[in-house]
């Protein structure tokens, strides 16, 4: 899957991944497997001191790397609901959290 295959929210939502560079994102809602972005979102930014981070922007046919892939596939499973918590990484989701019903 390519960048531009993305729906609209998913795009800005990973564009905002990759300007943070590392990071978290918490209590993000998802609404039919998309990330709902109407209101503002918490972003927690990790900066390192000793060392500038640059983003590079994501052109329109840049493969999507696998730990994207499965964080859309994430969304997919949500649905509809919250997830808790996401680590980001040199601008990629490295981590999450979801809270799941006995």
């Known amino acids: 899957m390519i960048y531009s295959q993305c729906s609209k929210p998913v795009q800005r939502l990973l564009k905002r991944m990759r300007e943070v560079g ?3 994102i918490t209590d993000l809602q998802i609404c039919k497997g ?3 972005l109407e ?3 918490q972003i927690t930014r990790d900066i390192a ?3 500038p981070y640059t983003p590079v922007p994501y052109s329109a046919d840049e493969k999507l790397k696998p730990s994207v892939l499965n964080l859309l596939r994430q969304f997919e499973e949500v649905h509809n609901g919250t997830i808790p918590f996401i680590r980001i990484q040199d601008g990629l989701p490295i981590r999450l959290k979801v809270k799941e019903t006995l």
């Open 22 to 24: 590392w990071g978290e």
């Open 34 to 36: 998309v990330p709902a």
């Open 39 to 41: 209101s503002p979102k």
């Open 49 to 51: 001191l000793d060392r």
